[in-house]
């Protein structure tokens, strides 16, 4: 470390016990003691001791978190990894290795595309529903595994991606119809319209399953509400 760190934007204790640590090794290469307070800690060198032992608490945690986890692993292995490297400390020194840390990375990604059918299955945030499958298969990628291992299978996807462009284009419609004859500007009706009939047809659907009909979606493209009859 050639340079002083600087403090910039430090929010969180963490952050600051990382700068607490790397301003001592910064001083220690100048020949001098710490010089810094910590929390509620005065004295230099034992601010810079519970600053080393916050990081390494919470290094130990993230690794007990990956090691349950049921979300992606990214953020905790990262820390770890730069943890270890920042102090030059061997993984075994917190009670890990690399091999393992690879396998919770997959882990995780496993558990993320479990997450992210299990969403898709039960239809919620359909906003961004077509969007779900694309997710699944990102992570069973980067976790190296397979639809089948998380009890899918190419056939369900297909259906649920037809599921999610129905549901979708019947909350553009409903949104749109919420609008339309109210006078607003620039709402593009009828480019909606357009995404409603795209969906549809990636549904494979008509427009009587989503509640409308080719007439109502004329007058919708046009900002304006059909008339009951």
């Given at each position: 470390?050639?340079?002083?760190?600087?403090?910039?934007?430090?929010?969180?204790?963490?952050?600051?016990?990382?700068?607490?640590?790397?301003?001592?090794l910064w001083r220690?290469?100048?020949?001098?003691?710490?010089?810094?307070?910590?929390?509620?800690?005065?004295?230099?060198?034992?601010?810079?001791?519970?600053?080393?032992?916050?990081?390494?608490?919470?290094?130990?945690?993230?690794?007990?978190?990956?090691?349950?986890?049921?979300?992606?692993?990214?953020?905790?292995?990262?820390?770890?990894?730069?943890?270890?490297?920042?102090?030059?400390?061997?993984?075994?020194?917190?009670?890990?290795?690399?091999?393992?840390?690879?396998?919770?990375?997959?882990?995780?990604?496993?558990?993320?595309?479990k997450n992210w059918?299990?969403?898709?299955?039960?239809?919620?945030?359909?906003?961004?529903?077509?969007?779900?499958?694309?997710?699944?298969?990102?992570?069973?990628?980067?976790?190296?595994?397979?639809?089948?291992?998380?009890?899918?299978?190419?056939?369900?996807?297909?259906?649920?991606?037809?599921?999610?462009?129905?549901?979708?284009?019947?909350?553009?419609?409903?949104?749109?119809?919420?609008?339309?004859?109210?006078?607003?500007?620039?709402?593009?009706?009828?480019?909606?319209?357009?995404?409603?009939?795209?969906?549809?047809?990636?549904?494979?659907?008509?427009?009587?399953?989503?509640?409308?009909?080719?007439?109502e979606l004329t007058?919708?493209?046009?900002?304006?509400?059909?008339?009951?009859?």
């Amino acid at each position: 470390m050639k340079t002083k760190p600087k403090i910039l934007d430090l929010i969180t204790q963490e952050e600051i016990a990382a700068y607490i640590i790397s301003h001592g090794l910064w001083r220690k290469m100048r020949g001098k003691k710490p010089s810094l307070s910590f929390m509620d800690e005065k004295n230099p060198a034992q601010a810079l001791m519970m600053a080393e032992k916050m990081l390494n608490d919470q290094t130990l945690y993230y690794l007990k978190w990956a090691r349950h986890t049921t979300d992606s692993n990214e953020n905790r292995i990262a820390h770890i990894r730069n943890y270890c490297k920042t102090f030059n400390l061997p993984l075994s020194k917190i009670g890990t290795s690399e091999e393992e840390l690879d396998l919770l990375l997959k882990k995780g990604y496993l558990a993320e595309a479990k997450n992210w059918l299990s969403s898709f299955r039960k239809k919620s945030d359909y906003y961004d529903l077509i969007k779900h499958d694309a997710f699944i298969i990102k992570f069973l990628k980067l976790a190296g595994a397979t639809l089948e291992d998380i009890g899918s299978c190419d056939d369900e996807i297909d259906t649920l991606k037809k599921i999610g462009y129905a549901l979708s284009a019947k909350r553009v419609l409903n949104t749109y119809k919420s609008l339309a004859g109210k006078g607003y500007a620039d709402m593009q009706y009828e480019h909606n319209v357009k995404i409603i009939k795209e969906y549809l047809l990636k549904a494979g659907s008509t427009v009587f399953t989503i509640g409308t009909s080719e007439e109502e979606l004329t007058a919708l493209s046009k900002g304006e509400l059909l008339e009951a009859v």
